[in-house]
Each structure stands twice: as C-alpha cells, then as structure tokens.
Nanobody, 122 residues
Framework: QVQLVESGGGLVQAGGSLRLSCAASGRTFSSYAMGWFRQAPGKGREFVAALVWNGGNTAYADSVKGRVTISRDNAKNTVYLQMNDLKPEDTAVYYC???????????????WGQGTQVTVSS
C-alpha cells in the first residue's frame, strides 16, 4: 500500500504561482512513477505531469509545459509540482498518484491522494 497526502493548494490571481506537495508513505519503492492529475468542474480527470522515481524522467501535458515543473525529494519521499504563470483554466482539484505494476509514465496509476483545490482568479 502507498499513502499519498497533497498540500499547497489555494486561491491565487492569474499570473501567480503555487507549489503543490505530495508526501508519500508505505511501499513507495514499488511504484515506478509519481504523477499529478487534475479535474476541473464538469470535466474528466486529466494528466498534468509525472516523473519516474528512479532515473527522474519527466513528462508534461502540453497545456502546462513551460509553466509547470515536477520534482522530487527522495529523502522526504515527497513530490512537488511548481506551477507558475497560472491561468484561470488551471482551476481544478489536483491529485497526486503513484503507479503500480507498470513501466509507463502515463498510465497505471493505482494509488491516489485526496486532492487539493487550486483556484485561479482572473
């Protein structure tokens, strides 16, 4: 089992920045990748960014590329999502996820956090 706890969401004006954190505990060594997803009201959950625990390969959605950076602190078992130049369309609940039983950075996410709300005002 892997437990994930997100933090760092909030209300920010357009153009502002936020850093989300995801603290992982449990059998984190069993996960190939950690990812961030988001779900806006009335929309499906979409991929935002992900990284591979060992090796550090990263991937980003086109909609956030250049504005968002995913990183990790292995000692703290924590993954971060630094978001800059935020736009109103970034408003969503952001979820942290850990993969299981896959070697893909985009799929196989099995463990999920409770989510943290990000609201960007115009």
């Amino acid at each position: 089992q892997v437990q994930l706890v997100e933090s760092g969401g909030g209300l920010v004006q357009a153009g502002g920045s936020l850093r989300l954190s995801c603290a992982a505990s449990g059998r984190t060594f069993s996960s190939y990748a950690m990812g961030w997803f988001r779900q806006a009201p009335g929309k499906g959950r979409e991929f935002v960014a992900a990284l591979v625990w060992n090796g550090g390969n990263t991937a980003y959605a086109d909609s956030v590329k250049g504005r968002v950076t995913i990183s990790r602190d292995n000692a703290k078992n924590t993954v971060y999502l630094q978001m800059n130049d935020l736009k109103p369309e970034d408003t969503a609940v952001y979820y942290c996820a850990a993969s299981r039983g896959t070697s893909s950075i985009y799929t196989g996410y099995y463990y999920w956090g409770q989510g943290t709300q990000v609201t960007v005002s115009s």
